[in-house]
C-alpha cells in the first residue's frame, strides 16, 4: 500500500510539474505601443508592423503586441515618451524632438551637413554610437531602435525656393529645435507643431511650408496643400529628424531572459539598416504621389545647393556650443557621426 502511495503521488508530483512547466511555457506577455500617426502610414505598415510580428514570432508565441495609431490611448505627441517613461503604455514610437533638449547627444544625427541623404548609414552610425555615446540619456526607457528618415526637403505652398533668400519672411513648419534653429539660419520663421497638425496649418496659411521628409505626404495628403517639393542636388537634404521605439524601463526588467532576447534579436544592427531602407522606399513613393498630383519636384542645382549648406553651417557651431555648455563634447560628437556615416555608406 505504502509502494503505491509512493508511486501515486510521484505520479501526481509529475502532473502537477508538467502543468506548471506548460503553463510557464504558455504564458502570454501583451504589450501596448502607441504612436502619432495612423494605421495608414508607412511607419506604421512597413515599420512598426513588421518589427512587432517579429518580436511574437521570435517568442514562440509569449510575446503579443497591439498597435494603437493616432494617439488613441488619449494625450499628445510630445506626451509619448513620458507615457513610456511612466509605464502608461509599454511602447512607443516618438519623435525625440518633441521633447526639446531631452536627447541633446542623439541630436548630432538631425546636423546639417552631418546628416545629408542616407538614412542606412545614419542608422547603422546611430546603432554604432548606441552604447559609447548615446544610452546614458535614455533614463526610464529601453531603446529597441532609434532611426532617422530620409532627410528635411522643402514643402511650399505656393512659393518657389532656390536659395536662402526665396524663405525670408517666410514662416515654416518644423518638429525639432535643431529644425527650428535650420529655418532660422535661412531666414524664416519656425513654428514648431506635430506633423499631424500640418495639413491645418497649410490650409489656412498658418504656415507658408514645412521641413520635412517626402514620406508624409500620401498619409497626409500634403500634396493637396503644397505645390512645390525641393531638395538638393544628389538628394540633399537640409538636417533629419531622429525617433525612438522605446519601452518603459521597469516593464523591460521585469521580463524573464527569454523574452527579452525575443524583442533584441528583431532589434538588431540589421533591423536598424532595414529601417533606413524602408524610410527612403517610403519617401520615393511619397514624390511621386506629389508629382502625379501636379505637384513641382525641385532639385537645387549644385551651386545653390552648395549655398544652402554654407547658410547652415552655423546650426552647428550653435549646437556645438550649446551642449559644450552641458558638459557634452559635441565637437567630437560632431566628427564621430561623421565618420560613422561615412563608413557605413553603401
Keep these: 500500500m505504502r509502494a503505491l502511495r509512493s508511486t501515486t503521488c510521484a505520479l ?76 502608461v503604455v509599454d511602447l512607443v514610437w516618438t519623435v525625440n524632438g518633441y521633447t526639446p533638449g531631452l536627447f541633446p547627444r542623439t ?101 507658408d511650408g514645412a521641413f520635412i521628409p517626402w514620406e508624409i505626404i500620401p498619409p497626409l495628403k500634403i500634396q493637396e496643400q503644397t505645390q512645390y517639393q525641393i531638395e538638393g542636388s544628389n538628394m540633399a537634404r537640409f538636417g533629419t529628424t531622429t525617433f525612438q521605439v522605446s519601452m518603459n524601463k521597469a516593464r523591460w526588467d521585469s521580463l524573464p531572459a527569454d523574452v527579452q532576447k525575443a524583442f533584441k534579436d528583431a532589434s538588431g544592427r540589421d533591423w536598424w539598416a532595414e529601417v533606413g531602407r524602408v524610410w527612403r522606399s517610403s519617401d520615393d513613393f511619397g514624390i511621386k504621389v506629389a508629382v502625379d498630383a501636379g505637384n513641382e519636384h525641385i532639385v537645387l542645382t549644385e551651386d545653390e545647393t552648395a549655398a544652402m549648406f554654407e547658410a547652415l553651417n552655423p546650426v552647428i557651431d550653435r549646437w556645438i556650443a550649446e551642449v559644450t555648455e552641458k558638459g557634452i563634447d559635441g565637437a567630437a560628437l560632431v566628427a564621430k557621426a561623421r565618420e560613422l556615416i561615412s563608413a557605413n555608406a553603401n
Aim: glycine share 8%; proline share 7%.
Design 107 to 207: 541630436e548630432v544625427m538631425e546636423l546639417p551637413n552631418v546628416y545629408i541623404s542616407d538614412p542606412v548609414a545614419a542608422n547603422l552610425a546611430l546603432f554604432d554610437m548606441f552604447e559609447s555615446d548615446l544610452r546614458q540619456e535614455y533614463t526610464g526607457v529601453e531603446v529597441m531602435f532609434l532611426h532617422v528618415h530620409a532627410g528635411q526637403g522643402i514643402h511650399m505652398r505656393n512659393k518657389l525656393v532656390r536659395s536662402p533668400a526665396d524663405l525670408v519672411g517666410t514662416e515654416m513648419r518644423i518638429p525639432t529645435r535643431t529644425g527650428a534653429w535650420i529655418i532660422e539660419a535661412l531666414g524664416a520663421t519656425p513654428r514648431q507643431m506635430p506633423v499631424p497638425d500640418l495639413p491645418g496649418a497649410l490650409q489656412k496659411g498658418v504656415v
Design 12 to 87: 501526481l508530483a509529475m502532473v502537477f510539474a508538467g502543468v506548471i512547466a506548460a503553463s510557464a511555457v504558455s504564458q502570454e506577455y501583451n504589450f501596448k505601443l502607441h504612436h502619432l500617426l495612423s494605421a495608414k502610414a508607412p511607419a506604421h505598415t512597413q515599420m512598426l508592423e513588421p518589427w512587432a510580428r517579429q518580436v511574437e514570432a521570435n517568442s514562440a508565441g509569449q510575446v503579443k503586441i497591439e498597435i494603437f495609431p493616432s494617439m488613441t490611448l488619449g494625450g499628445t505627441p510630445p506626451e509619448l515618451i513620458s507615457q513610456a517613461r511612466d509605464g
